[in-house]
């Protein structure tokens, strides 16, 4: 982590948003119930499913934290991805029943009411204090590089693009007549949360399978190595995420007439320059093999689309 700081946002940013999307909630179903609104009470499941992950984070950054130990060599990182599983799940089902409600209040117009102005102003407080936090949070997630604050920070997001549709959705209701807009914006909110709860369990479920660190991160790993003297091109590289940090093994090539120990003495050149350029390398094995000058093949290592997130979350700034 480049900041100071940033060491105590990772450690209390759970705390902050559990206290934050608490009193969110409250606020929310009270108005919505008060305000005759079905979209500011699924809006409220926004705040109730933050506190859920805001739980998870504070749980999850305290063991995912803890040093190596017999019988955990790998560390305690993928504790982040079973939590941000389990809080997918149980929000699915949430959701799900949401959206049989929101589809049966839609087709019965008789329920069909006009919510009070008071939920407007509740929308746009919901969405200033989610901005704010989308961005504490995406800070928080960029340094530290922690899977369950990332999905902290998209679930912010969500939160304060939903909560701005049922602003727009009472402006509507109420100055174009036009009161069946409410119920409609607690459906789409409803298909809008399922999707989010899809997207979380499967990023959940990569991490638990040890997906790549993808082409990115990979990219910039090569480029350190094959900038030390000695190396003539990085010949393999397998990187694979567990929790917050990369796990990596790389084979580089060396001048075939280099003797066992300049070859070692590279390797550890290797591995420092990487790591000095990239973050959260929790363990790099560098390897060498004899290479003529003139090969060029390319580093075979797994194929994914470049992702600029991944690159602005794991190299560090120059």
């Known amino acids: 982590m480049r900041k100071s700081g940033c060491t105590v946002c990772s450690k209390s940013i759970g705390w902050i948003g559990l ?29 109730l499913k933050d506190m859920l992950n805001a739980l998870m984070v504070i749980f999850g950054t305290t063991i995912s934290s803890k ?33 049989v409600h929101a589809i049966q209040i839609l087709l019965d117009e008789d329920l069909h009411r006009t919510p009070h102005l008071i ?30 604050i990332k999905t902290m920070a998209k679930h912010h997001h969500g939160d ?5 549709a049922v602003a727009l959705g009472i402006i509507f209701a109420h ?16 298909v809008d949360l399922l999707i989010l709860g899809r997207a979380v369990f499967m990023d959940s479920y990569r991490g638990l399978m040890d997906h790549t660190a ?19 091109g990085v010949i393999h590289l397998r990187a694979r995420y567990v929790g917050q940090d990369v796990w990596a093994d790389m084979i580089v090539g060396v001048a075939p007439d280099q003797t066992i120990e300049q070859a070692h003495q590279i390797c550890e ?50």
């Open 19 to 47: 206290v934050v999307n608490a009193v969110l909630m409250v606020m929310k179903a009270f108005i919505g119930l008060v305000g005759g609104s079905q979209a500011m009470l699924a809006d409220a499941m926004y705040s």
């Open 67 to 99: 040093p190596l130990d017999a019988e955990h060599p790998y560390g305690h990182g993928k504790i982040e991805f079973i939590l941000s599983m389990l809080v997918s799940v149980i929000f699915l089902a949430l959701t799900g029943y949401l959206l």
């Open 119 to 148: 939920v407007l102003w509740a929308a746009l407080v919901s969405v200033g204090v989610n901005v704010a936090m989308y961005f504490y949070s995406r800070c928080v997630a960029i340094e530290t590089n922690s899977p369950i």
């Open 160 to 164: 304060a693009t939903a909560s701005g």
């Open 175 to 190: 100055y174009l007549s036009m009161p069946w807009i409410d119920p409609a914006v607690a459906l789409w909110e409803t």
């Open 214 to 232: 993808g082409k990115g991160v990979q990219t910039g790993m090569v480029k350190a190595a094959e900038e030390v003297a000695g190396v003539r």
């Open 269 to 318: 050149a290797v591995r420092a320059a990487v790591c000095a350029k990239m973050r959260r390398i929790a363990s790099l094995h560098v390897s060498a093999e004899a290479r003529e000058e003139n090969d060029v093949t390319p580093p075979t290592f797994s194929e994914e689309p470049l992702n600029l997130e991944e690159v602005m979350l794991s190299t560090a700034e120059s």
